[in-house]
């Protein structure tokens, strides 16, 4: 995790990543995972460029990856008009294998609709087959899943409800907390490379292996290739394990 | 009061304190005799503390309450006025009412010229439903108890409707867009006030702020006029509070250490002069000032075996950012001490919210508690070298002072984690009037 030595070495490459609305969505610490994705690309070796998106600013020019977190309501109407700017781009991207990752009030916007506590239905990008209900009760606590990165430990805090659509698959099955919603024991969501998920935490550093996996899909993207360094993640397994003993008893 | 009101509240006290007698003999100080008297007569408060000759101050807001609440009693008593306050952390009115109890005679007639409670966002509505406030001191909405509120543009409506109910003076904080805003909900004829920082040092204000939602025109902001407080920092420790339309306050110095300190001392004092009008001596104010003591875990400093050390209450961004602006010029050894219980707040992802760049050059020596790791975590994510991690509090405490004895020291920790520490300090230092203040004797 040297960063000297890595500096001595030619970078692997530039690889460009696009933070979602920083200022308006990136509550509870979701700025955390760009910052983790920009320190762990310069860990193995590649030169990370870190795109903040604010509403009504030009698009960057290359976007390996794209990353939004949550918000509050005042901030999601404020970046809704953009988000409409935007949106023929992100399913474009979506569809062609970018990697992205929205958390909480982001992932509601990647959905299908969101219906408010009053009925009203507010249509969302459609890149993820997935509608959410408004609730006047919220789900928050700590959350433990099983995916297909291993397990993910994270913190909830959302009132809505969000249901799958047929098909579409979830990003992982609850062993602790709520996840979607309280009856289905499914997580987010994931289409090709696109995961929603309501996970803060903030989800990337306590997860090394989903934040890995991400950067493998970009760094290809960007460069052609995957070379990654050894990186000492003993403190974030520690950090980790002790959440899934914690609370699956694992 | 007619004579059937004065008979509940007579009887409702009666019962309340004798529950409060039955709970110090086992030994314990507790809400349950507000409770007893609240359900006895639930208009408790609002018949005592309704009659008091200069009002009833709230202040409320997420950061500062304590330290405000106690400097904004100390200036009112130095002028001569017999003050009821609520003990710290007696967030409800059950705690407000237990505390009257000692102070009031059957007749409900409580023996004070005014009231200033502390009461976070939620129950400073609930108090009002019962006793509308004649002065709210309204300082700040930043992310903190999230799993409470949820949101801060919830806190910022549980803050404008306490507004709302206020019927005589309202003093905000015009470099805080929530708080700042709130002065276009205020009824017609209700005073408004303000504290700001003096523009020479406005920079250093984004760094303690909520980035997201601050005012995105700057005409939006509001004009002070001759009475609003300004803080003028000469140094890190001394300051002057300025009155564009009276006499200044200061130059002063507290006892208590930081920006956040001097903000809040500026927010006491222009309360107090609202309240106070014409009988406001800046003089008397100052001295009051220079002679509270920090509260309970705000920069309180502790004679670990001869060498200081300090401990910093953290609990969430803002607070956190301002206790590292307050402390990076004079790095000593640290620890980091996390823990997630409820009254810590059950999520750690606010650690990202802050940047431990100041720490870098010294170091950190032990990150402890229950998400030692997680803390750790976060610091490898900001290059500070940490030297070791023990979740164990105990372990971790005794270890950290033992590898530095003979210099200062500093830890930084969430309340739980605070509370379990003092109680090993206690002992291990024989600090038997620790965390006692001796201005409440
Ligand atoms: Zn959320």
């Known amino acids: ?250 | 009061m007619d004579l059937l009101t004065q008979v509940r509240t007579s009887a409702a006290i009666a019962v309340g304190k004798a529950a409060r007698t039955a709970s110090r003999l086992r030994g314990g100080g507790s809400a349950l005799p507000g409770l007893v008297t609240e359900k006895v007569d639930p208009r408790i408060l609002a018949h005592t503390l309704g009659e008091l000759a200069h009002g009833v101050v709230v202040v409320s807001g997420t950061n500062g309450k304590t330290t405000t609440t106690k400097m904004l009693v100390a200036v009112l008593r130095a002028h001569g006025l017999s003050v009821f306050t609520n003990p710290t952390g007696s967030n409800f009115t059950r705690g407000v009412i237990s505390s009257m109890l000692g102070e009031v005679g059957l007749s409900g007639r409580l023996k004070a010229d005014v009231a200033v409670v502390e009461l976070d966002e939620a129950h400073s509505l609930k108090f009002a439903q019962v006793v509308k406030p004649t002065h709210s001191l309204l300082l700040n909405v930043a992310r903190d108890q999230l799993d409470r509120f949820a949101e801060i543009d919830h806190t910022a409506q549980l803050l404008a409707s306490l507004a709302e109910q206020t019927h005589g003076s309202v003093v905000l904080n015009a470099d805080d867009a929530f708080i700042a805003r709130i002065a276009d909900v205020v009824q017609p004829g209700v005073g408004i006030e303000w504290f700001a920082v003096d523009p020479e040092i406005a920079d250093q204000l984004p760094a303690i702020q909520e980035d997201d939602v601050r005012f995105s025109d700057p005409a939006d902001a509001p004009t002070l006029g001759p009475a609003a407080g300004l803080l003028h920092p000469h140094d890190a420790k001394s300051f002057t509070i300025r009155y564009p339309g009276g006499s200044n306050v200061g130059p002063l110095e507290l006892r208590q250490r930081g920006l956040a300190a001097m903000i809040n001392s500026t927010a006491a004092t222009t309360m107090a002069r609202v309240l106070l009008d014409e009988r406001f001596v800046p003089a008397t104010a100052q001295m009051a000032l220079e002679r509270v003591n920090p509260p309970f875990g705000r920069g309180e400093v502790i004679d670990a075996g001869g060498c200081p050390l300090e401990l910093v209450l953290v609990k969430n961004p803002a607070g956190f950012t301002v206790a590292l602006g307050t402390y990076g010029n004079e790095p000593v050894a640290s620890m980091v001490a996390i823990n997630d219980n409820y009254a810590d707040g059950r999520d750690v992802s606010w650690l990202y919210d802050v940047s431990f760049e100041s720490l870098r050059s010294r170091g950190v020596a032990l990150t402890s508690g229950v998400r030692a790791y997680d803390m750790a975590l976060r610091l490898q994510y900001d290059d500070v070298q940490v030297d070791r991690v023990e979740p164990d509090l105990d372990e971790a405490l005794d270890s950290f002072l033992a590898a530095h004895q003979g210099e200062p020291t500093r830890i930084f920790c969430t309340y739980t984690a605070m509370m379990h520490l003092r109680r090993r300090l206690s002992t291990k230092f024989d600090l038997a009037r620790f965390g006692e203040d001796p201005e409440n004797e």
């Open chain 1, 1 to 250: 995790m040297s960063e000297s030595t890595n500096q001595d070495q030619a970078s692997k490459g530039e690889v460009h990543l696009v933070h979602l609305y920083p200022r308006q969505m990136s509550i509870y610490g979701d700025l955390g995972n760009t910052r983790a994705m920009a320190a762990r690309l310069r860990w193995h070796g590649y030169t990370p460029v870190v795109h903040d998106h604010h509403p009504g600013a030009q698009w960057p020019e290359q976007a390996h990856l794209v990353l939004g977190g949550g918000g509050q309501d005042s901030g999601q109407v404020r970046v809704q008009e953009d988000l409409d700017a935007q949106a023929d781009r992100l399913r474009e991207l979506a569809n062609d294998g970018v990697p992205m990752l929205m958390i909480c009030g982001m992932y509601q916007l990647m959905g299908k609709a969101f219906i408010t506590v009053e009925g009203k239905r507010l249509p969302g990008l459609g890149i993820l087959d997935v509608t959410t209900q408004g609730n006047a009760t919220r789900m928050i606590g700590p959350v433990v899943l099983e995916t297909e990165f291993g397990t993910v430990v994270g913190y909830e805090n959302h009132s809505g409800s969000t249901v799958l659509g047929e098909g579409q698959a979830a990003f992982g099955k609850v062993l602790h907390g709520n996840g979607n919603n309280p009856e289905d024991g499914d997580e987010g969501a994931r289409t090709n490379n696109v995961i929603g998920s309501y996970l803060h935490g903030p989800i990337l550093p306590a997860n090394p292996a989903l934040a890995d996996s991400l950067l493998e899909i970009a760094a290809i993207r960007a460069t052609g290739s995957w070379l990654p360094n050894e990186i000492d993640d003993s403190i974030a397994t520690q950090a980790h394990q002790r959440q899934v003993t914690r609370l699956t008893d694992r």
